[in-house]
């Protein structure tokens, strides 16, 4: 039987929630998504429209855009560590990222693949920013990484989100069935989406937010084993670490930082 990862994975809350995971509990959750595939394999396989997405939001009790580290995947949210007084890159990979398992998953498969340096460091970068915000993701976590990265890295990331939507067959870039899901099988990207696409497929540096794109595919294995330590140096390289730490900088993104590391504050 054939898994679209992407969907299994989304239907357990996300690539952090399966990391939580014992294989235990990761083995019944695989054979219970293979049931209920076999169950649906009886009817034809349908997505749902805009319309029928619009019409869940007042079902719910958040928003589907709404950051990781501010809603639960499964049960109930969980008191966090405190950070250290002068917190790195490193520490909120640690503490307060979500998406640690699929980025590395994804920076993992551009180093084997032989990415250039720049490329793998925004991979293992390019989702992290989804802890805070999932809409406009790409956006968001270019302005966060903005004033620490190389230009082309954060053009990378801030591209990524817009080319996720535009097949390219030339790099074996699929539209993936998992947006048809998310978005709906009528979905159309809307105007700065478009607007964004058409700018960069003509830009110099079109192929680095592409090749966040073709690895970010493949980055979604619940029984992968990943590790930070062949980042270690790269991050050193590529970062460039504030000395009063991150969120105390006095930066002009300071602020996204601090609502990581204290996201339990009410005001």
């Avoid at 640690?94 to 340096?117: C, I, W, Y």
């Avoid at 968001?140 to 990484?145: D, E, I, R, S, V």
């Avoid at 053009?155 to 978005?183: C, I, N, S, W």
Wanted: charged residues 25%; glycine residues 6%; proline residues 8%.
């Amino acid at each position: 039987m054939e898994i679209d990862r992407r969907l299994f994975i989304a239907s357990l809350g996300g690539a952090a929630a399966v990391a939580a995971m014992d294989p235990e509990t990761r083995a019944e959750s695989l054979e219970d998504y293979m049931s209920s595939m076999l169950d649906q394999a009886r009817q034809p396989q349908n997505f749902p429209t805009v319309s029928e997405l619009d019409a869940q939001i007042e079902t719910r009790a958040y928003r589907r855009g709404a950051g990781s580290i501010f809603i639960a995947g499964m049960g109930h949210v969980r008191k966090l560590p405190p950070m250290p007084p002068q917190p790195t890159l490193l520490d909120f990979f640690n503490l307060r990222f979500s998406t640690v398992n699929h980025v590395l998953q994804s920076a993992t498969d551009a180093m084997k693949k032989g990415q250039p340096e720049e490329i793998v460091f925004a991979c293992l970068i390019h989702d992290v920013v989804q802890t805070l915000m999932k809409t406009d993701h790409g956006w968001w976590g270019a302005q966060m990484f903005e004033p620490y990265v190389s230009p082309k890295v954060a053009f990378a990331l801030r591209y990524h989100q817009a080319l996720r939507f535009y097949p390219d067959h030339t790099v074996g870039y699929e539209y993936p069935d998992l947006y048809k899901r998310m978005f709906g099988e009528d979905y159309k990207p809307p105007v700065h989406i478009e607007a964004a696409y058409k700018v960069v497929k003509n830009h110099k540096w079109y192929m680095e937010p592409r090749l966040v794109t073709v690895h970010d595919l493949y980055a979604f294995d619940p029984n992968a084993k990943v590790s930070m330590d062949p980042f270690i140096d790269i991050v050193g390289r590529q970062f460039k670490e504030p000395k009063e730490g991150l969120g105390n900088d006095n930066s002009a993104v300071a602020h996204m930082w601090r609502s990581m590391a204290i996201p339990d504050t009410p005001l």
